[in-house]
């Protein structure tokens, strides 16, 4: 069995980023791109010192070598949950520096190329670069990262990247002793951000680069050799991961995050002597299954703070069960009619519509709206004209005749839960800005008291600027922000800090939490005192999820297979079953105690009537007491969520 195990090892960390060691390919610059050897681009010898132009180029480069590499990284992750990948946030991220990096003065043709996987040539990068100055470059990698961090793992590229930038500043260009500088630099900030630090992850990776880089001899080293140096000692740190990790061990697997700081020297030394960047490993659909049931914490704190993983969650990337949209077909019935109605309460009548049915229209204006559904419930769709004015030439269609006519609709003014416009009145002292995704969910939040939503979720993680940007649309003096998942936290407690009013987070971990928040919410409190009383509500409910898994994995209880239905609560994966309906009943009976009084199921994309009738009987049978609650949520990958008080 050990010797098994080891094997798994290795071949995870080649499946990483070890081609280097794997192979020396012949290039057209007549050398092999080995450790040591010094290869030309056009008769020209490695670069002695890097100028700002080269550093821009190097970003490029690692912006394209993410991108080639995001689904291999997003398979090092150690979850069997669908959620932000990795490696996708650490390509998103790099994305946001690129942009900025082409607002530069002398980086006016910085442009994005069309990369060829493994080329030699560094992608996304024009020749005819300007002489930009290296104050400027920094400015834009460090504020390009911050703003576009996605994910905890794009939290932690971003701190390692501002400490790279940050000692560079006042500099020309930049020689070996001042690379090594930068590299130590860069470690030292991740450190700095993580409460707690616990090894094993990208900060052992990112401090073994440093260490390498400063191993080199001041003064008799050379650029190529201070990159190679901490190049390998990185690699080497990064094969150690596994030892240092049990989860790590356990599924085979070396650092998500670490396998994606690797490729940050791979493109300076791309940059540095023209090197060939590694080629990504081919990565299918159902590849050899890398997770494992629990993820390794980077921090952990108290409730009231960030959690950093070493790994953003499980999806492989491939289509996963329930996320897509809701089907037009599972939409039985089209309504259609005029309303009459003042301008100022659209916004609600289309959030209750959201709640109701899907290819939303609502069009007019001046008291007078053409709307437009297709839903399952007739008489709801009818009744929501009521609260809001008058409806007349009310027109209902069976869909199951006319679907194909009917598919232009979606392409009008959808059902997302952003971009809605500001609340009538005028603005409280306090406001709420939740991350939520699902239109039902948007709306449920609304009829508690959130102002401005951010699209986003499980697999979607939105940057720190766009949390910025709703923050600052927010008219309110003061905003507490729901992240309504973990790996948002950190983003949001970022935007926090950069925003020029006064902000705090509620660190909600799921959308249940979130709506607890807020039944202690006070419009005309404080921020502080807001976040005091919601995060006090928010721990007191017990809540649940149900998800399918995206991958095999190895469960506390037994293997975990793709396709398998989960039961998750806050400790991790608490059942298994065959059915969503099933692993909701084993998962509410392991979590309802006698003094609960009341469940609530918020359906998401995928859950049938018939299911939520299993669990609503389950209920009242074996737990005849608790009431229960029925929402329509709307939100991916997660059928059923499940509060319990």
Avoid at 373 to 386: F, K, P, Q, R, S
């Amino acid at each position: 069995m050990a010797e098994v195990h080891a094997e798994r090892r290795v071949l995870a960390t080649h499946f990483a980023h070890r081609s280097h060691d794997a192979i020396a390919p012949r290039s057209e610059f007549g050398g092999t791109s080995g450790p040591g050897v010094k290869v030309s681009i056009l008769g020209m010898e490695a670069l002695r010192r890097l100028s700002a132009a080269d550093v821009a180029r190097a970003m490029s480069t690692y912006r394209g070598a993410l991108r080639t590499h995001q689904e291999a990284i997003n398979r090092l992750n150690v979850y069997p949950v669908p959620d932000g990948d990795t490696g996708t946030n650490m390509a998103l991220t790099l994305e946001s520096v690129v942009k900025e990096l082409s607002q530069v003065e002398g980086l006016e043709a910085f442009v994005e190329a069309a990369e060829e996987p493994g080329s030699s040539s560094p992608p996304g990068w024009s020749p005819a670069v300007g002489t930009p100055e290296m104050a400027a470059v920094c400015k834009a990698v460090s504020h390009g990262s911050l703003m576009g961090a996605r994910g905890n793992s794009g939290v932690i590229l971003s701190q390692l990247l501002r400490g790279f930038t940050s000692v560079m500043s006042d500099k020309g260009d930049l020689g070996p002793e001042d690379l090594a500088a930068a590299l130590c630099s860069a470690s030292e900030a991740a450190y700095k951000a993580v409460l707690r630090p616990v090894e094993g992850t990208i900060l052992t990776v990112a401090k073994a680069a440093a260490d390498g880089a400063g191993s080199v001899t001041p003064g008799s080293g050379t650029l190529l050799e201070v990159i190679e140096s901490a190049r390998s000692a990185a690699d080497a740190a990064l094969a150690r991961t596994p030892d240092l990790l049990p989860v790590l061990a356990h599924a085979g697997v070396v650092d998500a995050g670490g396998s994606g700081y690797l490729l940050l020297l791979d493109s300076l030394l791309a940059v540095t002597d023209g090197r060939p960047l590694p080629k990504a490993p081919h990565v299918s659909a159902r590849s050899t299954p890398l997770a494992a049931w629990a993820v390794a914490e980077v921090e952990s704190r108290s409730s009231d703070s960030i959690s950093f993983r070493s790994g953003d969650g499980a999806s492989s990337g491939a289509e996963t069960p329930g996320s897509a949209h809701q089907d037009h077909e599972s939409l039985r019935y089209e309504v259609m009619y005029f309303l009459e109605a003042p301008d100022e309460t659209i916004s609600a009548f289309k959030d209750v519509w959201e709640g109701v049915g899907d290819s939303i229209v609502v069009v007019g204006g001046d008291g007078l709206w053409n709307c437009h559904i297709h839903t399952n419930d007739v008489g709801a769709a009818i009744e929501a004209a009521l609260d809001a004015g008058r409806p007349r030439d009310i027109r209902v269609s069976d869909l199951a005749e006319q679907i194909e006519e009917e598919r232009w609709v979606r392409e009008g003014t959808g059902a997302a839960v952003g971009g809605q416009p500001e609340p009538a009145g005028p603005p409280p002292r306090t406001a709420v800005v939740a991350i939520a995704n699902g239109e039902g969910v948007g709306r449920i939040f609304r009829s508690l008291g959130v102002h401005h939503l951010v699209p986003g979720g499980q697999s979607m993680n939105p940057s720190t600027a766009q949390i910025l940007d709703v923050v600052d649309a927010a008219g309110s003096e003061e905003v507490v922000i729901l992240p309504n998942n973990e790996n948002i936290v950190p983003v949001a407690m970022q935007a926090c800090e950069l925003a020029t009013k006064t902000v705090r987070v509620v660190p909600t971990s799921g959308i249940v939490e979130g709506f607890a928040a807020l039944l202690e919410y006070d419009p005309e409190a404080s921020a502080e005192e807001n976040v005091a009383s919601m995060s006090a509500s928010a721990r007191r409910v017990v809540a649940g999820e149900v998800t399918q898994a995206v991958r095999d994995a190895a469960g506390p209880d037994g293997p975990i297979k793709a396709g398998d239905w989960m039961g998750l609560s806050r400790e991790g994966v608490e059942v298994l079953a065959d059915t969503m309906s099933d692993a909701a009943c084993a998962l509410l009976g392991k979590l309802l105690s006698d003094e609960h009084e009341l469940v609530t199921l918020i359906e998401g994309e995928g859950a049938a009537g018939g299911e939520t009738r299993q669990i609503t009987e389950w209920l009242a049978e074996h737990r005849p007491s608790v009431a229960v609650e029925v929402h329509h949520g709307g939100q991916p990958l997660y059928p059923y969520l499940i509060s319990i008080e």
